[in-house]
């Protein structure tokens, strides 16, 4: 078949406009990263001070001595990590550290999910318990340390006075290196149980009615229907939950500090309580700096597994 000379003359047409609206795009680009600058300006400076510099600055230190000001003396390489993994009390803190991280992740997730699939259903009065169960949003960490400390008190706490109405033996909570750290653990879960709450909420809401209802039809049991409906769709969010739990487990510091100082006998001495102790209580920078980047290393392994273990059984 014979082309026509016009639709022979339309293709180039077609071609040339087609690169002028790239050439028009291209330069329209290359304007627009100057006006990328200025908005990014101010948020690439703030991270710059407050987050990129102290990194810098905390490996650099982390491969010297230091005075008590925090001014590098001397040259010793990696000689503050070795120390520091070869010792017993380092050693014991990050157990200590690895067992609360775990505890706080696998419990904040598993209580969070069961309340927000029982505070999905449409009852009567609902509202209330959502209201109660994330509440703990809106309190601080010292808020939320005093009053568990009045529940943990051994002679006029909450957990005392019961334990004298049913003649039990009382529990030393904030004494008992074995009771520290369970006090500890609840305490953490409490406070991120409301935002974990919230999430999962928002995510088994968005479910489709439509599945539940087809299971229905077939007689699924409310317990299949949650393990084979409700899991798979809010993995996204689970894998999400899982991540951020994990980073702020991680992180605790406030109430380590207010409730139990690290104690009894470093039961409840986590990494980041342990960076402070010995940056601020002992002026041991250098190895404070050092335990500073082996927790960033450690957090970021925990994450990369998460990524590498847990996407896999992510459905999107």
């Known amino acids: ?20 609206r790239t050439k028009t795009t ?14 990014l300006g101010p948020s690439l400076l703030i991270l710059s001070v407050f987050i990129f510099y102290p990194m810098i600055k905390t490996l650099y230190l982390s491969l010297f001595l230091t005075n008590t000001v925090g001014k590098p003396t001397v ?39 069961v309340l927000a699939n029982y505070a999905s259903k449409e009852l009567a009065g609902i509202g209330i318990f959502r209201t109660l169960f994330s509440a703990t949003m809106g309190v601080s960490v010292s808020v939320a340390a005093i009053f568990w400390l009045f529940i943990f008190n051994p002679s006029t706490g909450f957990l005392s006075l019961i334990s004298t109405w049913l003649h039990l033996p009382q529990i030393g909570w904030l004494t008992d290196p074995t009771a520290a750290m369970i006090a500890v653990t609840i ?18 809401q968005s479910v489709p009615t439509t599945l539940y209802e087809a299971a229905n039809v077939e007689g699924a049991s409310p317990r299949y229907q949650f393990l084979h409906i409700t899991i ?37 001495n986590m990494l980041v309580y342990r960076i402070y102790k010995d940056a601020f209580y002992s002026g041991n920078f250098a ?30």
Do not use: C
């Not at 291209?26 to 908005?39: G, M, S, T, V």
């Not at 406070?191 to 995510?203: P, R, Y």
């Not at 769709?233 to 207010?258: N, Q, R, Y």
């Open 26 to 39: 291209f330069a329209l680009n290359a304007k627009d990263k100057y006006y990328a600058w200025i908005f």
């Open 1 to 20: 078949m014979l082309k026509s000379p016009a639709s022979s003359q339309t293709k180039p047409l077609a071609v040339n406009q087609t690169k002028q």
């Open 232 to 268: 798979p769709m809010i993995s996204p969010t689970l894998f999400f939950v899982s991540i951020i739990t994990l980073i702020e487990a991680f992180k605790s510091f406030g109430l380590i500090d207010l409730m139990t100082k690290g104690g009894p006998t470093n039961a409840t």
């Open 187 to 204: 305490t953490t879960v409490w406070m991120n149980l409301g935002f974990t709450f919230l999430i999962l909420l928002g995510a088994i």
């Open 75 to 113: 040259f010793v390489g990696l000689s503050n990590y070795i120390s520091l993994l070869t010792s017993a009390d380092y050693l014991s803190s990050l157990g200590v550290t690895m067992v609360y991280v775990f505890a706080v992740t696998i419990l904040t997730i598993a209580i969070g999910l």
């Open 287 to 316: 190895q404070a700096s050092a335990e500073s980047i082996i927790l960033t290393a450690i957090i970021a392994l925990f994450t990369w597994l998460q990524f590498k273990i847990l996407e896999k059984r992510v459905n999107y």
